[in-house]
């Protein structure tokens, strides 16, 4: 008699964008007249740049003609994109072509990377957090059990709070695999250099491996934060790199990531990065050609330019974000370095209450805070993805209602 | 300190390939005047038909422009395809459009579908097999241990032989979750409706779950071969079905497969559904929205008529080597329902010596049997992805050489 994966079930269902799906709607019924705004949107909005969209209808044609046609490619991805990204990314980190591996998302690679690691490993997360680190973890079997209001029982928390800018401090107990994400989602906030070579030191010094989820890297612009671990001395030994076209290149639904496992990297014997390579190889058949092509175009002179527009866009909408509820009289953090903006609610309110306030008076739908972990309770996100004209138009409104 | 998962590093390194490769550089070397023609190859070379490229390029332009810009798709694959899914190739067999997963290929989704399952379930696999299915389930720990000449320790191999048409017999311990592949791969031989419904009863009178792989499907021309396995009665109960666009519409490099569960597939209270559509939305972010609109034109009046040519094309070609083989004196299987040639080898030859020879003396590269299993020794798969030009040319060689 066939047995489930028992993790599975005790996953609780997720909840938090249902749950915003359904107060958003009922407020929509009772106030049709009403234009909201979604400020709580965690994904792009600009489309693909030119060079990008030309680069994929070509690869398409190539697909339709015998002569150019490509069948399977290289599980990890083609030459051509490998050697783009460690001759751009890691021009002075010394990382090569085969220590990048090409996937469909950094959601798929922060997901999977646990398929390698032993299941007695202790997780550490930092909380806030993506919730993919600690889902997966849970389905794998290394969380332990739910208790309520605390988290997983087996998983180490490492809150990000005002006191400590939002920035993890080592834990009690040492953990095996430490999840760090920064520029930080949901809380905005990027670790400056000195900090995150610390935590490079902390994992070799204990025999840790560092996960470092740099998807909202093209956000710096901050001079001194570090752009990959690998600027850290030592990280070759210690960390494994997600990065993302996604926020990058506006791919949320193009689908082209990858993950930087340096050959230096071993336990013991054995390398992670031969590893990695066997479990791709032998759970997947690698990106569809035509995006790998749209992704080298990223690479482009022209493709550099135009994105990078894109993203100053976003960084103007953050600018009239946090300007805005500054002068309501808010404290915020972040959007400096990131897409989002992470907000202290008003002393006395929760995150959901604020959400309420703010979608009845202001029709302005954010995330609370509080669906990110435990301490995110009393903050607030809100993200510059939204167009120019909705973010101005929200933040007047707030600012009208609060200050 | 942190700790490998184990089980991958009891995986024996992936051969098989590798060594096809090295031989055949060795003998390109060694006669570089001779033209090497290739059998052996499991992947399509027709390019993929018009309405295919265009779709995708006409969605490639709309993710160009803000008005149709998408980002982030449902994980689960957009409606629009599941629902022309539903309507085409389950329109007599109540499928519902909830009940089918868009994926970026078969690989991904029978190496991966084991996540949702217990690691105490106990599995079979036909022998000779799709490495993947053995290999994934080593990589979670569900294997045991490898014993040279036998295989792995937990799990059980269904030999696939003459005497049983290459079609599996009950085993003699029950398994929890049994991989069919039908057409199979290698084999190339389909199975009656007749047994797969035994299979069917088999699974439903002992609580297992039958994972079939019908990545070939689109090749079945024999009345009464069953293309989907809910076309048993009461396989929603028992039964995950994988489908992809990779043989049937030449996707190898595009991505794009499908996995079907039915809502009425649980274990105790569980759907299987659920927790797939759990495992997928924690894990991945969909498939390529441009990939999806190709796949979605396949379906049209257009596309069914292009990739049948394509079919019908790799079929002439398989005609093409049964014929010539048997004119030759060889015994062979399969070919008729399946791109691939199951031939046995001369007697008292192995599959690698068979392989050496055919390569010496004819220049001619195919798979050696026992690179599937242990019970694929003595036997030998040749395939119709090639032109006709070169499956010609190869048989030609052959019959003259062994006639």
Chains 1, 2 share one sequence.
Not at 238 to 262: H, M, W
Not at 319 to 326: A, N, S, T, V, W
Request: hydrophobic share 40%; net charge negative; with cysteine.
């Amino acid at each position: 008699m066939v047995k489930v994966n028992e993790n599975f079930v005790k996953l609780p269902a997720s909840y938090l964008f249902v749950e915003i799906d359904n107060r958003v709607k009922a407020f929509q019924k009772k106030h049709p007249e009403k234009e909201i705004l979604r400020l709580g949107i965690g994904d792009v909005t600009r489309p693909l740049v030119g060079p990008v969209v030309d680069a994929m209808k070509r690869a398409t044609d190539e697909m339709g003609c015998a002569e150019t046609f490509r069948g399977y490619g290289p599980e990890n991805g083609y030459a051509f994109l490998r050697e783009t990204i460690a001759e751009n990314d890691y021009k002075d980190l010394s990382i090569e072509p085969d220590e990048i591996f090409i996937s469909d998302g950094a959601k798929s690679d922060t997901g999977s990377i646990g398929d390698i690691f032993g299941l007695e490993n202790v997780v550490a997360v930092c909380d806030p957090v993506y919730p993919v680190y600690v889902d997966t973890n849970v389905m794998a079997g290394r969380a332990g059990e739910f208790v309520e209001g605390k988290g997983w029982s087996k998983i180490i928390y490492m809150p990000c709070l005002e006191e400590n800018c939002f920035l993890p401090s080592f834990p009690e107990q040492v953990p095996d695999l430490i999840y760090l994400c920064f520029p930080n989602n949901p809380s905005g906030v990027s670790m400056p250099k000195s900090q995150l070579q610390a935590w490079v030191n902390y994992a070799n010094q204990h025999g840790s491996i560092i996960l470092f989820d740099a998807a909202y890297e093209a956000f710096i612009v901050t001079p001194g934060v570090p752009h990959s671990i690998f600027e850290c001395s030592g990280a070759e030994n210690c960390a494994i790199e997600f990065r993302s076209f996604s926020k990058t290149a506006g791919f949320t639904g193009l689908r082209c990531a990858f993950t930087v496992i340096p050959k230096a990297l071993k336990i013991g014997d054995v390398s992670l990065n031969q590893l990695w390579g066997r479990r791709q190889s032998t759970k997947m058949n690698g990106v569809s050609y035509p995006v790998q092509r749209a992704a080298e175009a990223v690479y482009t002179k022209d493709g550099q330019k135009l994105i990078r527009e894109n993203i100053n866009y976003y960084h103007h909408n953050a600018r009239i974000i946090l300007q805005g509820l500054k002068a309501a009289g808010f404290t915020v953090y972040g959007g400096v370095d990131s897409p989002y903006v992470w907000m202290k609610v008003p002393a006395g309110m929760t995150s959901w209450q604020f959400f309420d306030e703010l979608l009845e008076k202001c029709a302005v739908v954010g995330t609370p805070g509080s669906g990110f972990g435990i301490h995110g309770e009393g903050y607030f996100r809100l993200t510059s993805f939204n167009t120019t004209e909705n973010t101005e138009k929200a933040v007047q409104r707030i600012v009208e209602q609060f200050q």
